[in-house]
């Protein structure tokens, strides 16, 4: 569906098909479905409390259920959204759908994740495609959004990739995942087991997920949470 109006933002992400087992099972992890911008009920995790739970997926919750490949961007003066559309399916018809290696249950950095078990080369190669082939229809970075990504703190590298790409966390810093929960810092111990105990009793049993289109994702107004647009096939 063509959006009414312009978005604030727009990200290219990662996201299983709609309504497949890994969409289902990963929008009740978060408690959100971005398809339909409708909460969900939280699947309970014993040992933490419905509030607990719903705090400590608060971050990625409002992105929805999904793998970063070009993160949040405004677009370009003199792009609209059915130049990206473009752009995109341009992107598709040179990648054909794969195999994810198994995912796994890991803690990156401060927040727990679901990321590639195996080989990711398929994986890394179309992501940064998706970084390199989109940022001419990405708007630059507006000093604000600069100052705040490098208050969080960055490496020399990868502020340089934030000045040339838009983000820092890309090509040779990128780390294909989807998020399952937000900053761990304050959580006890024992909510951090918890939290890997459900999600492997969750996410485990799910056959093989499949890579088989990029998902365009949106954000209406600033601060909003992000909507699923659309779902584009890859190979066609």
């Given at each position: ?5 312009p ?18 099972a ?14 969900l ?15 400590l ?66 994986i ?23 100052a705040?990504?490098r ?7 990868e502020?340089?990739?934030?000045l ?39 996410f485990?049993p799910?056959p ?12 209406p107004?600033?601060?909003?949470d992000?909507r699923?647009v ?7």
């Amino acid at each position: 569906m063509m959006s009414k109006a312009p978005m604030h933002r727009y990200a290219v992400y990662f996201a299983p098909r709609e309504n497949s087992p890994w969409w289902l099972a990963g929008s009740r992890w978060l408690g959100r479905c971005a398809a339909r911008a409708e909460p969900l009920p939280q699947v309970p995790v014993p040992g933490l409390s419905t509030p607990r739970l719903h705090a400590l997926t608060k971050a990625p919750r409002r992105y929805g259920w999904h793998a970063t490949l070009k993160a949040p961007f405004a677009l370009a003066p003199g792009v609209d959204e059915a130049r990206l559309r473009e752009g995109l399916h341009e992107l598709c018809r040179a990648f054909q759908p794969f195999t994810l290696p198994r995912l796994k249950v890991a803690l990156l950095d401060d927040f727990l994740a679901l990321v590639p078990g195996g080989d990711a080369h398929a994986i890394e190669t179309l992501a940064g495609a998706c970084v390199m082939r989109l940022h001419p229809l990405a708007a630059p970075l507006t000093p604000d959004a600069l100052a705040r990504r490098r208050a969080a703190g960055l490496t020399p590298e990868e502020d340089t990739l934030m000045l040339r790409w838009g983000y820092p966390f890309v090509l040779q810093r990128f780390r294909f995942h989807l998020s399952l929960t937000g900053a761990l810092r304050d959580a006890e111990p024992a909510e951090v087991e918890a939290l890997k105990a459900a999600a492997r009793h969750r996410f485990d049993p799910l056959p093989p997920c499949r890579f088989d289109t990029l998902s365009l994702f949106a954000e209406p107004r600033p601060g909003a949470d992000f909507r699923l647009v659309e779902q584009m096939e890859l190979g066609t």
